[in-house]
């Protein structure tokens, strides 16, 4: 099965929110935003210099997206790195490598030596063992601690 890529639409805001939730809900994030809300900043992305989303379609349907930017990296010999932010399959495309397909997929706009960051929360073992599959290994580890008498967020 094939995947393509194509660019994201203003038509496609609406879509893109209601995976982006999904995204938050399977991931564990603490992200409060609205649909409605996250549609307006995916707005903001597409808007904004730099920013891409990317559908990902599987038999013509929309099986996932992706958003990502290219950015400066002095630690890298072009000066460049990728950083991607959001990677997510719909619920209901995933097993069968159709992750794996998206993301070789996307890999194709990109020189074979470049380098791809991104951040999987401790909280997401799947995400973690998914991207462990695709080849990533860790480069940071990010801890937080809220000083006492913070409101908790969780």
Excluded: K
Excluded at 51 to 62: E, K, P, R, V, Y
Excluded at 72 to 80: F, K, L, Q, V, Y
């Amino acid at each position: 099965m094939t995947i393509t890529l194509r660019p994201a639409t203003e038509a496609d805001l609406p879509d893109i929110a209601r995976m982006n939730r999904d995204l938050i809900n399977d991931e564990g994030h603490r992200n409060p935003m609205t649909v409605t809300e996250l549609e307006e900043r995916a707005r903001g992305f597409l808007r904004e210099g730099g920013w891409h989303i990317d559908l990902f379609l599987s038999q013509g349907a929309t099986a996932g997206f992706a958003t990502w930017r290219e950015e400066a990296d002095i630690t890298e010999p072009s000066g460049r790195r990728v950083y991607l932010r959001q990677f997510y399959i719909c619920r209901d495309a995933r097993g069968g490598g159709l992750g794996r397909r998206a993301f070789e997929a996307l890999m194709d706009h990109f020189p074979a030596d470049t380098r791809i960051l991104l951040e999987v929360l401790h909280s997401n073992p799947g995400g973690q063992a998914f991207w462990a599959r695709m080849g990533f290994g860790p480069y940071a580890h990010f801890v937080e601690r809220r000083s006492p008498g913070a409101p908790s967020t969780r």
